[in-house]
């Protein structure tokens, strides 16, 4: 067998950070495996991701519903704020789109905890 070294991984690109206060919540399992999806997904200038419960939960398996009571989970905590969106389609007709989810600074759920 012919040795082939692992491919570098460009840090920016391959990689998230987690902050540490995240384990001083007791968040569930659940809400943490969605959480930590949403901050992989995120525009990491705007703080801002839209995937769709359906991909959250293939990313993170588990269904759409289960991801939708993690998301109001991560909601309460103060994690994240979400905003429901539209989209026209080719007729004109206006439909819902996904949520798009602003990921909040930690302190304010850690101040939230606190209290």
């Given at each position: 067998?012919k040795?082939?070294?692992?491919p570098k ?8 950070q987690l902050?540490?206060?995240i384990f001083l919540?007791?968040?569930?399992p ?5 959480y930590?999806?949403l901050?992989c997904?995120?525009?990491?200038k ?8 359906k ?7 588990m ?6 009571k993690?998301?109001c ?9 979400t905003?429901?969106t539209t989209v026209?389609i080719k007729d004109?007709l206006?439909r819902?789109?996904n949520?798009?989810y602003t990921?909040?600074?930690?302190q304010?759920a850690l ?5």
């Open positions: 067998m040795y082939t070294p692992r991984h460009d840090p920016v690109k391959n990689y998230f902050p540490n206060e919540l007791g968040l569930s659940g809400a943490l495996a969605v930590s999806y901050l997904c995120e525009n990491r705007t703080y801002q991701c839209w995937p769709s419960y991909t959250i939960g293939r990313a993170v398996r269904s759409a519903n289960t991801v939708r993690y998301v989970e991560l909601e309460e905590q103060r994690l994240i704020s905003e429901s026209t004109g206006t819902n789109s949520l798009l990921i909040r600074p930690i304010l101040e939230q905890f606190s209290k």
